[in-house]
T-cell receptor, first 113, second 114 residues
Framework: DSGVTQTPKHLITATGQRVTLRCSPR?????VYWYQQSLDQGLQFLIQ???????AKGNILERFSAQQFPDLHSELNLSSLELGDSALYFC????????????FGNGTRLTVT | AQTVTQSQPEMSVQEAETVTLSCTYD???????LFWYKQPPSRQMILVIR??????QNATENRFSVNFQKAAKSFSLKISDSQLGDTAMYFC???????????FGTGTSLTVIP
């Protein structure tokens, strides 16, 4: 158990809808990362937060947004969903902004129909 | 920008044998960190091993060891006495120590054959 909690585990929704994925980092970790992994693909970096502030942005679509709250949990919001957004979304946390290993949650599997 | 390259999309190894997975990276920084992650069929991401660039000694974790060649920007993973549970996708990762994103390679799918 990595200590990173992601909810929900599975999400099925229709095109055009909006969903929110939630992540609780390991106790003591200040940094949260979001990654997207499509079927048989690698990990695409979306965004990183450190202690509530955005630190780095990757290939995140404008339809997607995220934030990290004062209690350090993070939410990833996906709107105007398309079939191609179907993927496994991972949250990972680390103690520092860098130089610390990432500890991954079990992911949220999003299916857009 | 940093890049991480894994040139072997798929590999296989006989149970109990040794296999080496390759990873190269490109960076202009002198201090950074390298990692190998394992993703079994369950899709969970598991940290296998970590290497600090300023350390010359290669990291070792039980049956897993790395061959870190800083000048060549190479970071290979050796798995000794391969077990069926080692069947997984393996990702090489780079962290620049500047607070920017973690960079992952495209992965190598390893199958351990009984």
């Amino acid at each position: 158990d990595s200590g990173v909690t992601q909810t929900p585990k599975h999400l099925i929704t229709a095109t055009g809808q909006r969903v929110t994925l939630r992540c609780s980092p390991r106790s003591g970790d200040l940094s949260v990362y979001w990654y997207q992994q499509s079927l048989d693909q690698g990990l695409q970096f979306l965004i990183q937060y450190y202690n509530g502030e955005e630190r780095a942005k990757g290939n995140i679509l404008e339809r997607f947004s995220a934030q990290q709250f004062p209690d350090l949990h993070s939410e990833l919001n996906l709107s105007s969903l398309e079939l191609g957004d179907s993927a496994l979304y991972f949250c990972a946390s680390s103690v520092e902004q860098s130089a610390s290993p990432l500890h991954f949650g079990n992911g949220t599997r999003l299916t857009v129909t | 920008a940093q890049t991480v390259t894994q040139s072997q999309p798929e590999m296989s190894v006989q149970e109990a044998e040794t296999v080496t997975l390759s990873c190269t990276y490109d960076t202009s920084e002198s201090n950074y960190y390298l990692f190998w992650y394992k993703q079994p069929p369950s899709r969970q991401m598991i940290l296998v091993i970590r290497q600090e660039a300023y350390k010359q000694q290669n990291a070792t974790e039980n049956r897993f060891s790395v061959n870190f060649q800083k000048a060549a920007k190479s970071f290979s993973l050796k798995i000794s006495d391969s077990q069926l549970g080692d069947t997984a996708m393996y990702f090489c990762a780079f962290d620049s120590n500047t607070g920017n994103q973690f960079y992952f390679g495209t992965g190598t799918s390893l199958t351990v054959i009984p």
